[in-house]
């Protein structure tokens, strides 16, 4: 089975739980889990952005490699997040990381150095020869600070064999469509904006990597499969729902947004770790309500 079937439908970017002191929640952590799985989500990925992965150090992404792969123990497939501007560290990282029951790494595209489309090219070619498990490319310009572009994409998916597929959340899904039309067969391209998922999948997206889909797995992953059964008109009432919850969920930052909704539902604490704080009072009520409102 290749990488495009395997990772079809719901895949969601877990968060990291801390405790009271900041440190790792590794029972919450394992609680959130299976929540995410028995609502019905298709695969993890975990030491994403959401996941605040850059006030992770070393060992605690290390840590939550393997309690994930225990966790989980093959009842969904795992991709692993590894991403960075440091090509060769990156490309250390993805040689000496325990990935073996890794489905796919996931990696962001180069923040704040600006690389050019070549060197966004040669840092995704080099990684992607230095790593044993299937490439995922992830464009996010709202984070990087670089968008890259659909020519880039298309031309990493061709001459790269290790390049199996793009997370695209570049808010454009004009660009989206481009790397739609000409794509290889087997390359996997899902999104990264939980908003505009129900019309990219009308134009031939795999699915989705996803915030929304830790606190609300069921609704959102059965919108997802809806719609990826041509099933629009059910898809739309699953949709019109979360709408809301868009627009609270990153209207400060992400993780924040999510951590919140999270918290509302009894299943983390509010916290995270600085520089990210948690969502302002007066917004956090808003998401309360909601979740009161909406159980």
Do not use: W
Not at 39 to 61: A, F, H, R, S
Not at 127 to 151: D, F, H
Request: glycine share 8%; aromatic share 8%; net charge negative.
């Amino acid at each position: 089975m290749n990488i495009r079937e395997q990772l079809k439908g719901t895949g969601v970017a877990i968060v990291t739980p801390f405790k009271e002191n900041e440190s790792v929640d590794f029972e919450s952590l394992g609680k959130l889990i299976d929540f995410i799985i028995d609502n019905g989500v298709e695969y993890v990925v975990t030491l994403g952005t959401t996941g605040e992965t850059p006030t992770l150090d070393k060992q605690e992404k290390l840590d939550i490699i393997n309690f994930t792969f225990e966790k989980i123990n093959g009842r969904v497939p795992v991709v692993v997040g590894i991403g960075g501007n440091n090509t060769k560290e990156v490309m250390e990282q993805v040689q000496t990381y325990p990935l073996e029951k890794a489905t796919a790494i996931l990696s962001a595209c180069p923040y704040y150095s600006k690389p050019s489309q070549e060197g966004i090219y040669q840092h995704y070619k080099l990684i992607a020869e230095a790593s044993s498990k299937p490439v995922i490319l992830y464009n996010v310009p709202g984070r990087t600070g670089r968008n890259m572009e659909a020519s880039t994409t298309l031309r990493l998916a061709h001459e790269v064999a290790n390049i199996a597929g793009i997370k695209e959340a570049g808010n454009n899904i004009s660009q989206c469509i481009q790397i739609l039309k000409d794509r290889p067969e087997n390359f996997l391209v899902v999104s990264g904006d939980d908003d505009l998922v129900l019309p990219e999948i009308a134009c031939g997206i795999d699915g989705v990597i996803s915030v929304i889909a830790n606190c609300y797995p069921k609704q959102f992953s059965d919108m997802v499969r809806a719609g990826l059964k041509f099933d629009f008109v059910t898809a739309k009432k699953l949709n019109d729902p979360l709408l809301e919850v868009y627009n609270l969920l990153f209207s400060e930052n992400n993780p924040a947004g999510v951590k919140a909704f999270l918290s509302a539902r009894g299943l983390i604490k509010n916290i995270t770790r600085l520089p990210v704080t948690p969502l302002s009072n007066d917004v956090y009520q808003k998401v309360a309500d909601h979740v009161k409102n909406n159980s």
